[in-house]
């Protein structure tokens, strides 16, 4: 089990930039991280993600505003949100993916609030 503890999210006016992290309580060394996002009435979604090779995937809608990044020495991965709509307005939670002998384990945050609003 990995526990994951969210933070980072706010208030935010339009155009403006928030930058989330996510602290696992252990290595994230061999661990693909990720981001999703959950807004009222709608389904979670993929933000982005990022192997342990550091191979990083994104969503459609983020056309080039967000990066991701981990930092494995400190145990936290990173979203870097910029250009921000009040379109992106959600719950962002933190996923980290993993193996266990034959098993896929998935365990997620807490969820950090971002809101863009003037």
């Known amino acids: 089990q990995v526990q994951l503890v969210e933070s980072g999210g706010g208030l935010v006016q339009p155009g403006g930039s928030l930058r989330l992290s996510c602290v696992a309580s252990r290595s994230i060394l061999t661990i693909t991280m990720g981001w999703y996002r959950q807004a009222p009435g709608k389904q979670r979604e993929l933000v982005a993600s990022?192997?342990?090779?550091?191979?990083?995937n994104y969503g459609d809608f983020v056309k080039g505003r967000f990066t991701i990044s981990r930092d494995n020495a400190n145990n936290t991965v990173y979203l870097q949100m910029n250009a921000l709509e009040p379109e992106d307005t959600a719950v962002y939670f933190c996923k980290a993916v993993y193996v266990i002998g034959y098993k896929v384990v998935s365990n997620w945050g807490q969820g950090t609030q971002v809101t863009v609003s003037s």
């Open positions: 990022v192997t342990s090779g550091g191979s990083a």
